[in-house]
Structures are given as C-alpha cells and as structure tokens.
C-alpha cells in the first residue's frame, strides 16, 4: 500500500517545511521498530486506519482456540507511542447443547476451529481485505490464506456542533473504521467467523458468527423446535452457542492488572429525582461474577498512568446473553483466574500437567490472589431457528467490547482544535 | 484542505464569509496523512470526506517463503514440527505405547508452541492406547531435547485424520454400518458405494452421566463421525459412537 508507505517521509517532511511539530514525541510508524519484533513480518499485522489510529498485533492459528491474538499494542495521532493493551486474546469454548437433551458438543476441545477445520479464504470471505498467509495449526501444518484483515467504516465516530466566542461555529464530524481479523472455521454444518474489530477510539469487539447450515439431523417435538419447513411438521431444535473467550491485558507492559466491579444503587431522593450511589469493590482473589443491572467490571493498570494521572485500564461491556444455567460452568458471566500456562480453556481443559484442573470453576476453586489476571468472559446466544436459517444461515453474532477507560487523557480521536477540552471548562 | 476541514472542524460561520482555512490544525492533520492529503490540500473540495477517509485499505504484503523457525509465539513452522516429533517420541515412548492401529508407538495429536517462556519450546500431545493415557511432552527446541514429560488418564483432545480413518473403518466393518448406509441412500437417494469420496471428521465423545451403550467413553477414546458427501450432504450418524480403545461400536439411545 503505496500510499500508508509514504506517510511517514511526508510527515517529517510536512513538520520540516512548516517548521511546527505535530506532536513531540516521534512519529508512530517509526517507534515499534525500535524494540524487538515480537514475531515474524508475515504474522505481524500493523495497521493505520484513516484517522490515524495504529493497531499492531502477531496472529496464529491454534488446532483448538483457531485465531490467538498476541501483543496487541496501539497508538493513534495524537498518542504516537505505541501502548500495549493485550497479551493476548482466544476463544476458550463453544459449548453447544441442543434443547431436546440429548445432543451436545464442545467445539473447541473435541473438534477445534484451527488445523484442518480452519477455512482457507476464498469468494467474498475477504472482500477489499487482504487474506494472510500463515500456518493453519494442523499437527502436520500447512501454510494457506486463512486470517481476513480489512479495515472496515464503523459509521459517525463523532459530531459536535460548536460555538465559539469569535461567532464560528465549527462541526466537528468524523468517519470511523474499525481494522477488521477474521478467520472461518467448518464445525461440521456449522461454519463459525471469530472475529476482532479493533476501532480507531481504542476500543476491542470480539465477536463469534454463526452460518452454515442448521444441524441435519436435529428435528424435534414442537416445544422443543421451530417449524422450519413446510405447514407445521419439521421443528429444528432449538440450541444454545455458549462461547468463552479468554482474555489477558498486559497494559503498558506492565502486567498485574487489578480487577475491580463497580455497582450503582438507587439510594434515597434528591430535590428532584433519586439519588444513585456508585460503589468500587475490588476483586483480589480469582472467582465467578454475574451482572446485575448497571454492573461492570475493569482491569486497572496498576503503575501505568495517562497525563492526567489516571490509570490505564479496560472495561468489559457486555451486551446481548443468553445464560445456559444448565451448566454451573455456562451460569457466571465472567471469571477473574491467576493467569497459568496450562489453564488454557473455559472447560474441557485437558492437561495432563493439570490434570485436576478441567474448567474455571477449577481454575477459582482455591481463590488465588489475582496478581496478574486472566479474564474469561461468557456470552451465550439461545438459537430459536426460524425459516430465514436456510439457506446458508444468516450469519448471526454473539460478543462482548473492551472499552478503553483512561487509556488516554482524552479522546484519541480529538481534533486538535478540541485539544484543550480536558475537564470542567470555565 | 479537507483533511484539515475534518480535524479543525468544519466552520460553519466562517466558510460562509471566507471559504476553507488553513489553521494550525491543518498542519496536525496533514502531517498525520501524508502524501495523498497534502496533494488534495491544495485545492478546495466540494464537500466532506476525503478519497483517504472513505477509502480504508490495508496493506496486503507477500508472505514469502516459510520461515525455518517462528520468532516469539509464533505457530511450530513445519520443520519445528518435524523436529519436535523426533525429540518428544523416547525410546521407551517408542517401545511402550501404543497407537491407534495396534502398532507400537503413541498416537500423535499435536503440536503448539508453548505459550510461556523465552525460547523457543514446544507442547506435543500424543495418545497412549495401551494406557489410554493422554501424553504431553514438552520440547526446547532450542536445546535439541524433550525438558518435560507428564501424562494422565481420562483427557481427551480432537482427533487426528488417521483416528477419524480408522474410526470410520471400524464402523464400515460393523453391523450397524447399516444406519450409515439407509442415512446415506435417505440423504442422497443412491445405494451406499463405499467411504470414497466422503468427507468424514469428529467430535471427540465424552459420556455424559446418562448416557447408555458408551458409557467408557472419556476414560476410553471415543469418537462421533460428522459425515459428509462429496454433494455436501449430511450424513446422520450422529447416535453412534466408535469406541478407538475399547475397539466397539455402539449405539447411543
């Protein structure tokens, strides 16, 4: 891409000529080749996206998880240096009952979405992307084009209408994009998109689609399907995707993240209206939680700061869930656990250098204090098919967000004409 | 101009009286955009959004040639595979297990790069049948020798294409291959011709506490054949599980 090649001469060309520097640290482009590469060229993605927001990343594909993001940093105009937010990030499970009882899968751990079920892209699986080659993670590995990165419009990123003093009145209206991964994985019928939307404001969305064609040999009783044929006589079963994803930040580099759950509670009345109360409860030791209304949770940096002295940290949002309470391992929406090698999935977890240690509730059985975390997130989706499902199945998708919490002092997005807008103005 | 339009804010008062400025914003913006933006700056444009903002492209490099080995976490290149194999099977790995043919020798499943550490080291997974152990031999690649070895009972990981094989066999050889063929003339409406042209994979199967007819399965290696035509066609055997240690077939429900 000629034009991304050129941008880094033509800034410092631009800054020389007009004798102003845009920022005074160094370009971005020019910072993370500083340190050492963290992997090869060809399983590195580094991306600029319109706004100027840089993602860089290493990928591979794993037989089990499929799709491992790892040393996921960002910078953007106005922060050039490059900040890493993640470790690394996977799916952990996809546990996938069927209504009727007697049909269940993990499709994780007893087929896998890596390997030889890992799709090599073709037709439109990557329009106006590029199709990376690298290994598939078989036992016996091939090298074919199975990661999708595109950068994609995310819609309006902002819009402020502004009035000054001087009588101007400046809009400010910005175009975001989101740098798109996306890996295809068959699972028998079921074809399965893991996919990372990494925006230009920071934030993270993991997401797992489902298409394909709905399971050949599951038609049931009526309460326990939908008719998807003609008149009423073939019910597909209504099932459940229960995905987990594992999540480990590594903010600033610095590891040793502090969880912390924040609730807000009705608490008596003001002159007009109720009072709520936000409280911080810190979570030191690994255990199971569950939302309840107006409940999150983040991972605080504990030394990384941004300039208005704040911690870094990343907010898990959640959204759209559907909880299999079946299971006591499907029934938590998220799990805080002390990060260790062989605890690798949310369940299923077959180590024989662990071997008491098969899920989560494993994992957080003796409550280790969390000095550094590994959040494993929840997001269940209750499929009642519907005659749209055939055929191919509409994709349909199921994910949670990583919100950026005083990662940066403002905005990474901010116009420089905004730039003093930081706290209360007079 | 209309890079710096966007990062200053589109005037609305201003553009009425003066047209399009070029603030300090401008220069921010233009820096950051480089050789595209600033060949466009020159000249006004008739409304918002730029080529470069609408357009959003990514690079697409050539892969080149496959590395001899991976740097940092990257996947086990094939050769690392290759040569991770030969240091994780012991002599006594070698002469003791078994495989799930019968010969000697574990079952190979798989082989990842080891998620801790430095170096470059990696986690190979076989099966022993004679056992029904699962094994993990950990490897330095970097030292040229196998550093850790564990193994334990009741785990399972996917299956390998030569257990699916041999799965598929063992099925095409017992009574209830006749569930596999009426599913397979249902399916497609001709007479079952043999496993050419099929294309078979599996769920590994773990009994769950009701399950009758293959209730080892977990202890034992079990599998459950996803079994496709060469039209794309399912072919429902869903109720019947292959038990690879115990060498039965038997039929859930």
Redesign the interface.
């Known amino acids: 891409m000629t034009y991304r090649k050129t941008a880094g001469a033509a800034a410092l060309l631009t800054v020389a000529s007009l004798g102003l520097a845009a920022s005074p640290a160094s370009p971005a482009a020019a910072a993370p080749a500083a340190a050492a590469a963290p992997c090869a060229t060809s399983t590195m993605v580094k991306e600029t996206l319109p706004n100027g927001t840089t993602w860089q990343l290493c990928w591979r594909m794993q037989e089990q998880a499929g799709l491992i993001l790892e040393k996921v940093f960002v910078s953007s105009r106005r922060y050039p240096e490059p900040v890493q937010v993640l470790d690394s990030i996977r799916l952990a499970q996809l546990n996938v009952p069927y209504d009727s009882g007697d049909t269940e899968y993990n499709d994780i751990t007893d087929y896998g979405f890596g390997g030889w079920n890992l799709q090599t892209l073709t037709g439109d699986d990557c329009k106006g992307g590029s199709a990376r080659v690298g290994s598939d993670g078989a036992p016996e590995p091939q090298r074919r084009k199975v990661l999708c990165v595109s950068a994609e419009a995310s819609g309006l990123a902002y819009r402020l209408h502004g009035y000054e003093n001087n009588g101007r009145e400046p809009i400010y209206s910005k175009q975001g994009h989101d740098l798109v991964l996306r890996a295809i994985s068959k699972v028998g019928w079921y074809e399965y998109v893991t996919e990372y939307r990494l925006h230009d404001d920071g934030q993270i969305s993991a997401r797992l689609g489902a298409t394909g064609d709905l399971s050949p040999g599951d038609y049931v009783s009526a309460d326990k399907g939908w008719p998807i044929g003609k008149g009423a006589r073939d019910y597909a079963a209504m099932h459940y995707h229960s995905a987990f994803w594992r999540v480990d930040f590594n903010i600033a580099g610095k590891g040793k993240e502090k969880v912390e759950q924040y609730d807000t509670k009705v608490n008596g009345r003001g002159s007009m209206t109720a009072k709520l109360k936000t409280t911080k409860t810190t979570i030191a030791k690994e255990g199971s939680f569950s939302k309840v209304n107006r409940r999150w949770w983040r991972l605080v940096s504990s030394s990384s700061k941004n300039k208005d002295g704040h911690l870094r940290s990343y907010e898990l949002v959640t959204g759209a869930d559907d909880r299999y309470e079946a299971h006591p391992e499907t029934t938590p929406d998220v799990t805080f656990t002390q990060s260790h090698a062989c605890e690798k999935y949310a369940t299923g977890n077959a180590d024989p250098q662990c071997a008491s240690k098969k899920s989560i509730l494993d994992f957080a059985k003796n409550k280790e204090t969390l000095k550094d975390p590994v959040m494993w997130v929840r997001v269940g989706f209750h499929h009642v098919p519907r005659d749209e499902d055939q055929s191919p199945m509409p994709l349909h998708w199921q994910g949670f967000d990583l919100l950026p919490r005083d990662f940066t002092e403002m905005s990474p997005l901010t116009p420089a004409a905004r730039a003093g807008v930081n706290g209360q103005q007079d | 101009m209309l890079t710096a339009t966007?990062?200053?804010?589109?005037?609305?008062?201003?553009r009425r009286t003066w047209g399009w400025g070029l603030?300090?914003?401008t220069?921010?913006?233009?820096?950051?955009?480089?050789?595209?933006s600033?060949h466009a700056n020159a000249a006004p444009s008739p409304g918002?959004?730029t080529a470069?903002?609408?357009q959003?492209?990514?690079?697409?490099?050539d892969?080149?040639p496959?590395?001899a080995t991976?740097?940092?976490?990257?996947?086990?290149?094939?050769g690392e595979?290759d040569r991770a194999r030969e240091l994780a099977v012991t002599p006594e790995l070698a002469a003791g297990a078994e495989d799930v043919t019968g010969a000697k020798g574990p079952e190979?499943?798989?082989?990842?790069?080891?998620?801790?550490g430095g170096g470059r080291r990696a986690e190979l997974y076989y099966y022993d049948y004679k056992t029904d152990?699962?094994?993990?031999q950990v490897v330095d690649l970097k030292a040229g020798k196998l550093a850790?070895s564990?193994?334990?009972a009741g785990?399972?990981?996917?299956a390998?294409?030569r257990e699916v094989a041999t799965a598929l066999d063992m099925l095409l050889a017992d009574p209830l291959a006749a569930e596999l063929k009426n599913a397979y003339q249902k399916?497609t409406g001709k007479q079952f011709a043999g496993k050419d042209g099929l294309t078979v994979?599996?769920?590994?199967?773990?009994a769950?506490p009701a399950d009758t007819g293959a209730a080892d399965c977990g202890k034992h290696r079990c599998l459950q054949l996803?079994v496709e035509t060469a039209d794309g066609?399912?072919i429902?055997v869903?109720d019947i599980i292959i038990d690879l240690s115990g060498r039965t077939v038997a039929r859930l429900?």
């Open positions: 966007i990062d200053e804010g589109e005037d609305m008062g201003r603030g300090i914003a220069v921010t913006a233009v820096t950051a955009f480089g050789v595209a600033w918002p959004g470069a903002a609408e959003a492209r990514v690079s697409d490099p892969p080149g496959e590395p991976g740097v940092g976490r990257d996947a086990l290149t094939s595979v190979y499943l798989s082989a990842d790069v080891l998620a801790d152990k699962l094994v993990k850790e564990y193994s334990a785990m399972q990981r996917p390998s294409e399916a994979k599996a769920h590994v199967y773990k769950r996803v066609l399912f429902d869903n429900k």
